[in-house]
């Protein structure tokens, strides 16, 4: 079936890049997306890429697929304190489109 | 502004007790799901609906039951509170194979 596989922690400094790494095994899957889920809130959309792209770029935000590897990427510039949370990669079913997401990445942002 | 809301945000409730989480979104989405997460972030969609009158059990067993009368509503039923209900219990509706959106979340602590 399918399958989702996130790295759980990643810490940084504050003002360095984080890059949350995603591995995915549905080739079929036509978005792939970004949420990020902050303390005791829900998921929020942040961003996601069609699978004919290679690279999305949104502000501060970057995702990158590699569709050969099914591997997806988000990099974050000047990571801030306030973008610690967990951040959550999800692919679509084959049956009904629905996500499948993987386990989460929790960001840590030092000071 | 949420177009989709989740009743209540907060619930601690004894054993054996019946409870309904509330969720209704306003975007018209034919499809909503309910997920449970546990302290450890993973995600497990319990109760899927394609539309009116269709749900459907997801992918982790659960004991709670749901239904879909109008294309807003989306309630999850537990009939006997346990301890191991205890989580948090998120919404989310879509349309076609765009992403989700979703609620704040329902925390649950049964004692």
């Known amino acids: 079936g399918e399958d989702v596989e996130q790295s759980l922690f990643l810490s940084v400094r504050e003002g360095d890049s984080s890059v949350i790494n995603c591995t995915y095994t549905?080739?079929?899957?036509?978005?792939l997306y970004w949420y990020k889920q902050e303390p005791g809130a829900g998921l929020q959309l942040l961003t996601y890429?069609?699978?004919?792209?290679d690279m999305k770029q949104d502000q501060r935000l970057t995702v990158l697929l590699n569709k050969k590897d099914k591997h997806l990427s988000l990099r974050i510039a000047d990571t801030q304190t306030g973008d610690s949370a967990i951040y959550f990669c999800?692919?679509?079913?084959?049956?009904?489109?629905?996500?499948?997401f993987g386990q989460g990445t929790e960001l840590s942002v030092k000071p | 502004e949420a177009d989709i809301y989740q009743t209540p945000r907060y619930l601690v409730i004894g054993t054996g007790k019946k409870i309904t989480l509330e969720c209704s979104q306003t975007?018209?989405?034919?499809?909503m799901y309910w997920y449970q997460q546990d302290p450890g972030m993973e995600l497990h969609l319990i109760h899927y609906?394609?539309?009116?009158?269709?749900?459907e059990k997801g992918d982790l067993s659960s004991e709670s039951t749901v239904s879909r009368i109008r294309t807003e509503h989306f309630p999850l039923t537990l009939e006997s509170a346990r301890p191991s209900h205890t989580s948090q219990y998120l919404c989310?509706?879509?349309?076609?194979?765009?992403?989700?959106?979703f609620g704040s979340g329902t925390r649950l602590t049964v004692v």
């Open positions: 989310a509706s879509s349309k076609r194979n765009y992403g989700y959106t």
């Open positions: 549905d080739s079929s899957s036509t978005y």
């Open positions: 890429i069609f699978s004919n792209m």
């Open positions: 999800a692919e679509t079913d084959n049956q009904g489109g629905k996500l499948i």
């Open positions: 975007m018209g989405h034919d499809k």
């Open positions: 609906s394609y539309g009116v009158n269709s749900t």
